[in-house]
């Protein structure tokens, strides 16, 4: 007797990027605690020292809000939500901006390695078998 599952079947593909996804969510939530603790808050005993280093807690709460989008996108891409892609998407696109970001005011020694990392998942997202595995039901004819 065959079971049916009520859960859509999920390409290897999707399963691999889900995978990707995760490790970027986590390596986002390291970049922040790395941008956080070059803040050195916790001895900020002034207002001077805390308006000095805004710009630097800006890019921690950029790289932890990525990070959490990124842990989002993971778990829809396991679970094949309609909006995971798109999130996924937005995440690479993001990242990009605030790798940019990095690139022209600080130059990091990680920030080659995120800009090519961001590029090679935007490539992998527009992979047909993942594009497809994400469509609607009744797709928009073009």
């Known amino acids: 007797m065959k079971q049916s599952n009520s859960f859509p079947h999920r390409p290897r593909t999707v399963t691999l990027l889900g995978f990707f996804l995760t490790l970027q969510g986590l390596g986002l939530f390291c970049l922040a605690g790395i941008h956080l603790y070059k803040t050195e808050i916790i001895l900020a005993f002034s207002w001077h020292e805390i308006v000095k280093n805004i710009p630097v807690i800006l890019k921690s709460t950029g790289f932890f809000a990525l990070g959490f989008l990124g842990l989002l996108a993971s778990i829809g891409f396991f679970r094949l939500w309609k909006y995971a892609w798109l999130s996924a998407m937005l995440l690479q696109g993001l990242c990009m901006i605030l790798a940019l970001d990095l690139y022209f005011t600080e130059k990091p020694f ?20 993942i594009i497809l595995a994400f469509r609607t039901k009744y797709p928009m004819e073009i």
Do not use: T
């Open 110 to 129: 990680y920030v080659y390695i995120l800009m090519i990392y961001c590029i090679v998942m935007v490539i992998y997202l527009n992979y047909s078998e």
